[in-house]
């Protein structure tokens, strides 16, 4: 499902782009310390309805934006969209962005990658904790409001720090024996980072993460693409 024929010149420009997030990630230590206050899998689901709505309000940003109304996002739909936004990064890594976040290479970008990209955008581009007068400026509440409790939880199940998801973490940290009428079933927590580890490596990065992390949230459709 996920597998679609990409150059070589593409691979490795992905390849850099999984490499950056990741580092991302492992910065965002110190700009989230949110992730400190979750506890369980039961603290993460009650984000859940919050986060729906959300979501909820980026699918009208995202019609407002098919202006064919085609069900899908162009680069040029996607760059006036990201200018509303303030959210900028230069027009190679968009480009890069774009191909990377359209999994299924229909060479348009679908509801569900959209708030991937657009989170990957938002992530890549906010500024380090020092600017923080331009970090007060950049994009609507909405964005923030939605991608950065994502991110927590993210932060929450990468226990190591390194910025990817291990198996073994994950199931641990879901089974948090500190919490026992919190813990998930052993089966449910092996299904959790399945639907999350695409290449079936043990280790997850942000990308993969989000995608599966929409569908448990209960995303309209997220869960039908992630099973298609």
């Known amino acids: 499902m996920f ?9 490795k420009k992905y390849a850099e782009l999984d490499s ?3 580092r991302k990630m492992v910065e965002s230590r110190r700009n989230y310390p949110g992730h400190r206050s979750l506890k369980s899998m039961d603290s993460i689901i009650m984000k ?8 909820r309000n980026i699918r009208n940003v995202f019609e407002s934006y ?3 109304r085609n069900g899908t996002i162009d680069m040029e739909e996607l760059k006036k969209c990201l200018e509303e936004l303030k959210l900028s990064l230069s027009e190679e890594e968009v480009k890069g962005l774009y191909g990377w976040c359209d999994v299924d290479g229909s060479k348009g970008i679908q509801f569900n990658e959209f708030v991937v990209l657009l989170c990957l955008i938002y992530l890549l581009a906010k500024p380090s904790p020092k600017s923080s007068a331009e ?4 994009g609507p509440k909405l964005v923030e409001s939605i991608f950065d409790p994502i991110a927590e939880v993210f932060l929450f199940l990468d226990k190591d720090g390194k910025g990817k998801l291990n198996k ?3 199931i641990k940290t879901l089974n948090n024996e500190d919490y026992p009428f919190e813990r ?3 089966h449910v927590t092996n299904m959790r980072f399945e639907e999350m580890d695409w290449g079936r490596k043990g280790k997850v990065g942000f990308r993969e993460f989000l995608f599966a992390f929409m569908s448990w949230v209960g995303l309209d459709d ?5 099973s298609s």
């Open 66 to 68: 098919d202006k064919d």
């Open 48 to 55: 859940f309805p919050t986060l729906r709505e959300g979501l």
């Open 168 to 170: 073994a973490d994950v």
């Open 135 to 138: 970090s007060r400026e950049m």
């Open 184 to 186: 998930s079933p052993s």
């Open 222 to 226: 997220a869960e039908d693409y992630m």
């Open 20 to 22: 950056k997030l990741e």
């Open 3 to 11: 597998c679609c024929c990409v150059s070589s010149e593409n691979n």
